[in-house]
């Protein structure tokens, strides 16, 4: 494929078993108007919204180093505290974001690995070295070994992305048109949120760590999640959450020189959760983790932080990450049958938590 600039405006490859063809860049973004003539020109509705990506032909497969990602393989140390949730081989998409070989990808995919190999589109396999992993923006860095035949992608601001923005969703295995539909909070049940996310229809496959392109070409975010309420309180259709560029920007240059920002690390606790009412329903407690260590239980109701309620997740996790730097201790209020307990709970950094690579 030609350039950078109107980097769609000659032609996206897509390899077939027998060939291939050359498929225009109007016909991909044909895919994304039609999506967004069905939407029309008022609010978004369910019942308005496809369900399924524009089929784009059968058994087509796209030849992506021209769209600057890679497919990125990583395998956990031994005994990895995230392999019961994540896995001990994961698997995703990596971007290329500069000429030296560094590349973007989303955090989940090279927590504690000890290796991570990139593959480029004819399958040559390159491999990399994880740089670093920000539990803050959910993003991380790894960087090739040897030089990539890849061309990086310009970097967009995320900020000027709009609702109803046609969009290109590029992982290892191929394009997807789409549409952004929101643009709002995340807040996910890992002590983790995001006062601003990427959502995006209709839903895709293999999205973890795919880049978001704008019409330009230029990066917008990188893919984390499939979500079943893209466009929030209106509705629930299917679609995905990316993590919007700008958020790494302030931070990268830390990252490339320290393996991670020069902030001070958040007070992490250890527990999943879900809502319900304002108060956290505790599903899982990190084994080993300051609140298991402080007692907590899977089962236990969260609804207070430091003598006060709460008032949901988002008002939990800030409350927490005001409370001082890591390794401060927090009072946390936890409903147990019909009496509340106050559990005090030494906080830690997140990153001491999981295992780092042996070094040699």
Excluded at 49 to 73: E, H, I, M, N, Y
């Amino acid at each position: 494929m030609g350039a950078n600039g109107a980097r769609f405006g000659i032609a996206v490859r897509f390899t077939r078993n027998r060939g291939a063809e050359r498929l225009p860049c109007r016909r991909v973004w044909a895919f994304a108007a039609a999506f967004a003539v069905a939407i029309g020109s008022g609010p978004i509705a369910a019942q308005d919204a496809p369900v399924s990506p524009p089929a784009v032909g059968a058994q087509q497969q796209p030849s992506l180093d021209a769209l600057s990602v890679v497919k990125l393989r990583s395998k956990s140390v031994a005994n990895a505290r995230s392999a019961r949730t994540l896995g001990a081989q994961r698997e995703g998409t990596g971007v290329v974001i500069d000429s030296n070989g560094l590349v973007m990808t989303i955090g989940y995919l090279i927590t504690e690995a000890e290796t991570v190999d990139l593959s480029t589109a004819d399958g040559k396999v390159f491999p990399a070295t994880v740089i670093g992993y920000d539990n803050v923006t959910g993003l991380g860095l790894v960087k090739a070994l040897t030089p990539l035949p890849v061309r990086p992608v310009e970097m967009g601001q995320s900020s000027e992305a709009a609702e109803r923005d046609m969009v290109l969703i590029v992982g290892f295995d191929g394009v997807a048109p789409a549409y952004i539909v929101s643009k709002r909070p995340f807040v996910g049940y890992w002590e983790y949120l995001l006062d601003e996310a990427i959502y995006t229809a209709p839903a895709t496959v293999n999205w973890q760590g795919a880049a978001l392109l704008n019409r330009e070409g230029r990066l917008l975010g990188i893919g984390s999640l499939v979500v079943g309420d893209a466009i929030g309180g209106r509705g629930q259709v299917p679609g995905n959450m990316f993590v919007p560029i700008d958020v790494m920007k302030p931070v990268l240059g830390d990252f490339i020189a320290n393996g991670r920002a020069t902030t001070r690390p958040r007070p992490w606790i250890g527990v999943s959760s879900q809502e319900v009412q304002g108060n956290l329903i505790v599903t899982r407690v990190s084994p080993d983790g300051p609140a298991e260590d402080a007692g907590l239980k899977t089962g236990d109701v969260i609804v207070g932080i430091g003598g006060q309620p709460i008032k949901g997740q988002a008002d939990f996790y800030t409350r927490l990450w005001k409370s001082g730097d890591a390794g401060a201790e927090v009072s946390v209020d936890v409903l147990k049958g019909n009496r509340v307990e106050t559990y005090k709970i030494k906080t830690i950094d997140r990153n001491h938590y999981f295992r780092s690579r042996p070094m040699l």
